[in-house]
């Protein structure tokens, strides 16, 4: 099947016009348009439409691409960084709900207590940590581990 075949199949299964396939791929609904009739879509077109059929671009052309490798691990890469942000925001919000309910609880309980300070407190920390590791130092790990590999293959 060709790759205008296939997106247009794709584009029908799920039962969306060729501008809201646009709209959600942030590409020109004349692009969808010629890509439909025939006309070879760039990689980064391709990326963008293998990203909203949440599909490789392989699957897309229908045959291997040498390029279309890196492309498909970039946007793996770019998916697996939002859900790890996506994983601490959530982390971050029920932290701060459950803090302030057991900051509540030991107020009206145990006021002369500071008890709910302490879990604050572990809590806040471990996710500073995470934050720190996810936002600040994710690049700086991932280039000495770089490093450390290919100090590691010439041995």
């Not at 207590?113 to 600040?136: C, D, Q």
């Amino acid at each position: 099947m060709q790759t205008e075949n296939r997106i247009r199949a794709l584009r029908l299964a799920r039962a969306w016009s060729q501008e809201q396939l646009a709209e959600l791929s942030s590409v020109s609904v004349r692009t969808i348009q010629r890509i439909e009739k025939g006309e070879p879509p760039s990689l980064e077109t391709l990326s963008a439409l293998a990203a909203v059929f949440d599909t490789r671009v392989e699957e897309l052309t229908g045959a291997p691409l040498q390029a279309a490798g890196p492309l498909d691990e970039a946007v793996s890469t770019a998916r697996r960084r939002l859900d790890e942000e996506r994983h601490f925001y959530r982390s971050l919000s029920t932290a701060v709900v459950v803090c302030v309910g057991l900051f509540l609880i030991n107020r009206f309980t145990a006021p002369e207590s500071h008890w709910s300070l302490w879990a604050m407190l572990i809590w806040g920390g471990l996710l500073v940590v995470k934050g720190l590791r996810l936002f600040l130092l994710r690049g700086w790990i991932e280039q000495w581990q770089q490093q450390r590999l290919q100090k590691l293959l010439r041995k």
